[in-house]
């Protein structure tokens, strides 16, 4: 009996993270709804009135992720912050799939 009521628990463990995982927005997702109006779908969007740097410029790349995380939560120039409108692990998602923009 204790076995079976430790494989159940583990069932449902599994089942809660799987359901979870599939319904999170990637960080690809949540740029496109959020960040690709004003940086581009590709990220190499510039708008210097606007103060829009490309995302693919080194200048951004080689920025930390933490420094990344800080500017899309608290917001950097004109860019409104998004703490409290995404969640941090929509933040962190987003900031690792600008990594990844060349």
Do not use: W
Request: glycine content about 10%.
């Amino acid at each position: 009996m204790k076995s079976f009521r430790s494989v159940l628990l583990v069932a449902i463990l599994i089942s809660l993270v799987c359901s979870n995982v599939a319904f999170a927005q990637s960080g690809a997702d949540v740029y496109k709804t959020k960040c690709a109006m004003c940086h581009g779908p590709d990220g190499k969007k510039e708008n210097p009135g606007m103060g829009v740097k490309a995302l693919t410029s080194a200048d951004i790349q080689g920025k930390s992720e933490a420094d990344l995380i800080a500017s899309v939560s608290k917001g950097k120039g004109k860019m409104p912050g998004y703490a409290g409108k995404l969640t941090d692990d929509q933040i962190k998602q987003v900031v690792a799939y600008v990594k990844t923009l060349k």
